[in-house]
């Protein structure tokens, strides 16, 4: 008998090691290891989840030890598909990420699951104290004992909790007073339902055990054991029926309507629309390209009815069978916008988010892998649905950093979207009233098509924008000068209110105020673990630092001088509040940010509350200056338009010119012409103006000048390379030694430059030292190579170093 020919897996790992791991298929698992599902493989001394690239005939010639695939985790479906495989492939080699960590973020994170050790305490205390006296274990080992008695069993937790666990460890399992069981847990967190099934035509039954027969026939052979139950079905009926082998009782993941997602939420029932000729123009040109490849730039001004644009773009892709992806930048704007999804396309979409419980977003990944659903709409993970027949790609406010993410990998959605279009061979479109300038600039040199709204629907004015110096207004005695609602704004707030018109103010920062200042020493409370101040939440009653979570009362007198006299400095959205409640009393208002929506579901609340009128004023952070159509607002007002000017990023002026004009959008929306309140104390500065002027190109020509003057982004690429440590002078050494090593490897590129190693602007967060390299030039494949060469050699012992390619925040 000729013995079957081996077969043998290209896996990846989630884990940090970049490259990918081969593994034997065993004979039993031919047919079911297949490309793109995940398997269940040892990895070191642990069970993990692995994913499969690719199957080969015989292993690398370098492999030396060969480990087998334990399971197959797949059983109706690959969870990932060719295209979503070979996007991750890409976007790891172009952000010098490790492609098994890619392959885990294009999954719900519990389908990315690790194997958990569990120790089995197997000695009696007898035992113990007799391996003890004959040295086969040493006293300290008994503490280990005492732990995993307190329940404390997972090898892992044991290892980061006591210092000599692991040891201890070993000396028990071979002493045989512990057994270390493997366990891999899939799909964490989904709930599940049993469900009975019809097997085969019944015969030979009556009464109750036909009644559920029938029952089943009519919903399609099967139903929720629960849902028959609360009927009126027997439950003993079912036994027996299962054990006539009439019917089974199969477990299945719940299906989650998410029906409380959109409560309050519903739009306005539409028919066809009377688009512009602008619209009209924009949607017959993607429309055009369906089935091929083309990437378009809509530029649209705030109102001008991107959002219409898009639904008839992924109408029409429905319309032939095809799934259409819609991208927004943060989980604040999902609600609206699946709202309006749901008027158009019904039940067949799907919302995709870390929002969603564990289960909610299990069920909605497979009603899409299932091609259950048309549409799928969320933020940056959303852009990895699994359609089987992707037809066209959305991402509205294209220009928002949000969709770049600030954590390995490190990749950026919205260009990642650009390269999944074009692997399907379908159109993108990147919408945006302020288009990223690498956007443009790639407009500009013809590799998108730029297709403009100039006006907004219906002819509506753009809001007034109006900016109030602060340099000639008088704070606050309790503000130390600084200044919060100047009297122009008191003046114009007061209008709205008593017109019975409401009002959007934008603090962008939470809190009551930045920091705690002791009048006496001037002790600043700053974090223990991070280099800033801790923010004053006086609603909770705490000092928190909005970087480790720490968190602490705040104290009656400063614990350095024992003074008494301890005053806020700055402001957030609490003590905006505080201070709009004693300037307009009695006038409903609410605060919008992190804080205030960390109860499931409030964001829906909040926003429901304001657009039905039931509150005058919201006040709040960044998340409510974008993709939010509130008819009745007439007026936007800015607080402080300086605060991102100040801060050492290149990219300070075109963050301020995207938030203020996206604030400034929210206004006049209506019938009501609006009007826009900016507080500066810099009214002249470029960005400010342009925004007055409702201006982008010019604002884009000012920019891209700047930064072709100094080689920033988009003119040159840049790669952002950051040493991290407990230990400061290893971080040191470590960031020294990168920055010569790539000042070598550079040479060779013309126009590289090599900023550092220097402290980072934030030098330490959680207790970690911080050193930062950049690296610039306009040859961004010889730059990543670059990096990735002068990366090879081992770093200290407590050291990592984090690659960001293309950062957005370089704090």
């Keep these: 008998m000729v013995s079957p020919t081996p077969l043998f897996a290209e896996i990846a790992i989630p884990t940090p090691v970049r490259g990918t791991f081969t593994y034997r298929v065993p004979d ?59 996007l991750c492939e890409w976007a790891a080699e172009y952000y010098l990420a490790p492609v098994g960590e890619m392959l885990r973020s294009a999954l719900p994170a519990n389908m990315g699951a690790r194997g958990k050790r569990q120790v089995m305490l197997l000695a009696s205390d007898p035992d113990l104290r007799r391996l003890v006296a004959e040295s086969r274990l040493a006293k300290g080992d008994l503490s280990v004992v005492e732990a995993i008695r307190g329940g404390n069993r997972d090898v892992s937790r044991l290892g980061r909790a006591m210092r000599n666990a692991r040891a201890a460890l070993t000396r028990l399992k071979a002493a045989e007073a512990i057994r270390i069981d493997e366990e891999l847990r899939d799909a964490v967190g989904v709930r599940l339902d049993r469900w009975v099934v019809l097997l085969e035509p019944a015969a030979g039954i009556a009464g109750k055990q036909l009644e559920i027969v029938d029952a089943l026939r009519r919903r399609n052979g099967c139903a929720p054991f629960t849902a028959l139950v609360e009927s009126g079905m027997s439950a003993s009926s079912i036994g027996t029926l299962q054990r006539k082998g009439i019917v089974a009782i199969e477990t299945r993941a719940r299906r989650h309507t998410l029906d409380g997602f959109f409560a309050g939420l519903e739009p306005e029932p539409v028919g066809e629309l009377d688009y512009s000729d602008e619209q009209r123009s924009a949607i017959e040109s993607v429309k055009s390209t369906l089935g091929r490849f083309s990437a378009f730039l809509l530029q649209g001004v705030t109102g001008s009815g991107k959002t219409e644009v898009y639904i008839e773009i992924m109408r029409e892709a429905v319309r032939r069978g095809s799934q259409a992806i819609v991208l927004v930048p943060e989980i604040s704007l999902t609600p609206s916008m699946a709202a309006r999804l749901k008027e158009r396309f019904g039940e067949r979409i799907a919302i995709l988010h870390s929002g969603l419980s564990p289960s909610e977003r299990y069920d909605q990944w497979w009603r899409a892998r299932r091609g259950e659903v048309d549409v799928a709409v969320g933020p940056r993970s959303a852009l990895f649905t699994p359609f089987p027949n992707l037809g066209v790609i959305i991402v509205d406010e294209e220009g928002d950093g949000a969709y770049k993410q600030e954590e390995t990998p490190r990749y950026n959605a919205r260009d990642l979207a650009v390269v999944r279009a074009r692997i399907r061979d379908i159109p993108i479109v990147l919408g945006s009233a302020t288009p990223s300038l690498e956007t443009r600039e790639n407009a500009e040199k013809g590799k998108y098509r730029i297709l403009k709204l100039e006006r907004r629907v219906e002819a509506r004015p753009l809001p007034e924008v109006e900016v109030v110096d602060l340099r000639g207004e008088r704070g606050e005695k309790e503000d130390r000068g600084l200044v919060m609602f100047s009297g122009r704004l008191r003046e114009e707030l007061g209008r709205v209110f008593e017109t019975g018109e409401q009002a959007i103010i934008l603090m962008n920062r939470r809190g009551y105020a930045p920091f705690l200042l002791c009048r006496q020493c001037e002790n600043d409370f700053r974090c223990r673990d991070c280099s800033v101040t801790t923010t004053v939440h006086r609603r909770e009653g705490l000092l928190t630092c909005h970087y480790c979570g720490l968190r602490r009362p705040i104290p009656d007198r400063c ?182 090593r790539l000042e070598e490897r550079v040479r060779t590129i013309g126009d590289a430059r090599v900023q550092g190693p220097a402290p980072a602007p934030l030098a330490r967060i959680k207790g970690v030292f911080r050193y930062q390299v950049l690296v610039r030039s306009a040859e961004r494949a010889k730059l990543r190579r670059a990096v990735d060469t002068a990366l090879e050699a081992a770093l200290p012992p407590g050291v990592d170093v984090i690659v960001d390619v293309d950062p957005i925040n370089i704090l």
């Design 559 to 740: 614990p350095i001088c024992a003074g008494e006299v301890m005053q806020p400095i700055g402001f957030g959205t609490e003590k905006v509040e505080e201070r709009f409640r004693h300037y307009f009393p009695g006038t409903p208002v609410e605060v919008l940010d992190r804080d205030s929506i960390r109860k499931k579901g409030e964001l829906v609340r909040i926003l429901d509350r304001f657009r039905r009128a039931e509150t005058r004023c919201l006040i709040g952070t960044q998340m409510l200056s974008k993709g939010h159509h509130f008819p009745g607002v007439t007026l936007t007002a800015v607080i402080n338009a300086d605060s991102i000017l100040g801060y050492p990023d290149f990219r300070s002026a075109e963050k301020t010119f995207y938030l203020l004009t996206q604030v400034a959008g929210r206004s006049g929306r209506g019938t009501t012409p609006g009007r826009v309140l900016v507080q500066s104390a810099f009214p002249g500065h470029y960005a400010i103006q342009h925004v007055v002027r409702h201006d982008y190109d010019g604002f884009f020509a000012s920019e891209i000048e700047f930064r072709k003057k100094f080689r920033y982004p988009p003119v040159a690429g840049m790669i952002a390379i950051l040493v991290r440590g407990e230990e400061l002078p290893r971080v040191e050494k470590a960031a020294v030694t990168i920055g010569k």
């Design 28 to 86: 039993e698992l031919v047919g079911d290891v297949v490309p793109g599902v995940r398997v269940e493989v040892p990895f070191g001394v642990r069970l993990t989840t692995g994913f499969v690239l690719r199957l080969a005939g015989a292993p690398p010639a370098d492999v030396a030890k060969i480990r087998e695939v334990r399971e197959v985790l797949d059983d109706e479906h690959p969870a990932l598909l060719p295209e979503i495989v070979e």
